[in-house]
């Protein structure tokens, strides 16, 4: 039977899925190049960390973590993660950059297979094959539609998002709310050089401290529920994001996905849901979540 803090936990982690998915929609608002989005998302996500986190410490009188190289190593991911993110949202469309990073946990546990020997299940390996396959049916007609490029970072995102995973599998202690400050603020800077900050208008810079604060509360949201739920069910209720985000662009925009995409990832989701689903029926004895925010 369902406990109260399980429920408290679903609740906060779909929370957390609906406010990612607005990322597509708030990125096409935005009268503003993905640069420029980047620095102030950043810039924005990160302020907004470091208020509550230095608001935490406050009040629970805890004492600021050092961080080491892996926080290092995870914020750099991350804030990686963050600009492939928008750029390839730039170059293609929100459905086929939500569907492709939607492979990040099958490329992750391929990079712990190969650098920390944990043991890949038999049907990962297959949902892994559906996955594959799927992907190379929604990119098959990307360079003929001319977003090649922009699949490409989406699967950019998903395999450096996979990096930060495991090393945070690898180095379990690794603070995670100072470390995505850090990822956040480094997306800003990465973003700087190429960014024109002055150049924003006062509708476009709204949308922006709004995105900002979509990318910090999702991620409160999701710390705080997911430790009370199994992994599995995680990575379910965290396919709200895949579906909603193009669905909300589609409705507000009209972009509406494509036949390969609509084909591919279904493929994509159909094999996600079906492997989730297994491990919530019989869960790996590790099972318990402690995953990186989203970007």
């Not at 390839?88 to 650098?115: C, I, Q």
């Not at 992907?135 to 098959?140: D, G, P, Q």
């Not at 990096?163 to 956040?184: C, E, I, K, N, Y």
């Amino acid at each position: 039977m369902r406990t109260g803090r399980a429920r408290r936990g679903a609740l906060l982690v779909a929370a957390a899925a609906c406010c990612w998915s607005s990322g597509g929609l708030i990125a096409r608002l935005v009268a503003a190049d993905p640069w420029t989005t980047s620095f102030w998302r950043g810039l924005c996500a990160a302020a907004i960390l470091t208020a509550v986190g230095a608001l935490r410490t406050r009040m629970t009188g805890a004492r600021r973590p050092r961080l080491g190289w892996p926080a290092w190593a995870f914020a750099v991911c991350t804030a990686s993660a963050s600009t492939c993110f928008l750029l390839a949202l730039d170059r293609t469309s929100v459905a086929n950059t939500l569907v492709l990073m939607s492979t990040g946990p099958y490329l992750a546990a391929l990079l712990a297979w190969l650098f920390l020997g944990e043991l890949v299940r038999p049907r990962s390996w297959v949902a892994m094959t559906v996955t594959l396959a799927g992907t190379a049916i929604m990119v098959s007609g990307s360079r003929a539609a001319g977003t090649l490029s922009g699949d490409c970072l989406a699967l950019a995102m998903a395999a450096v998002f996979a990096a930060g995973v495991v090393v945070v599998r690898a180095h379990p202690d690794v603070p995670m709310m100072p470390a995505a400050t850090l990822g956040a603020l480094l997306a800003a800077t990465f973003a700087l050089p190429f960014a024109h900050p002055l150049a924003v208008g006062p509708r476009s810079l709204g949308l922006l401290v709004l995105f900002g604060g979509q990318l910090s509360t999702g991620f409160l949201l999701f710390t705080a529920g997911a430790p009370f739920i199994p992994a599995a069910e995680a990575s379910l209720i965290g396919l709200l994001e895949t579906a909603l985000g193009p669905l909300w662009v589609w409705l507000a925009l009209g972009e509406a996905p494509g036949a390969r995409t609509l084909v591919g990832g279904a493929l994509v989701l159909g094999a996600t849901v079906i492997h989730a689903a297994l491990d919530f029926v019989s869960p790996r004895a590790d099972a318990s979540i402690r995953s990186p925010e989203k970007i």
